[in-house]
């Protein structure tokens, strides 16, 4: 099943912790977004495998609703 992890605010990516391949826990966080100065951080919904990550470290004007991460 895939599991799509998308931005839930507007804001800028401050740092992605996982890559294409690594295994999360239900939880897990797998990337902080700067909000306002204020750290959001978006957690794993499901455990699995992660196949696509779809943003990068400093990555500036992101939508909310985009989607981030890709996890099966």
């Known amino acids: ?3 799509e ?3 839930t605010v507007p ?3 401050w740092k992605v912790l996982v890559k294409e391949g690594d295994q999360v826990k239900k939880g897990d966080t797998l990337f902080i977004m700067e909000v306002m100065k204020t750290e959001v951080n978006h957690d794993s919904p499901v455990d699995g495998k992660v196949t ?3 943003i990068v470290n400093d990555q500036e004007g992101v939508d909310p ?3 981030a991460i890709v996890i099966e």
């Open 11 to 13: 804001g800028n990516i």
């Open 65 to 67: 609703g985009s989607i």
């Open 5 to 7: 992890v998308k931005t």
């Open 52 to 54: 696509k990550v779809s």
């Open 1 to 3: 099943m895939t599991t």
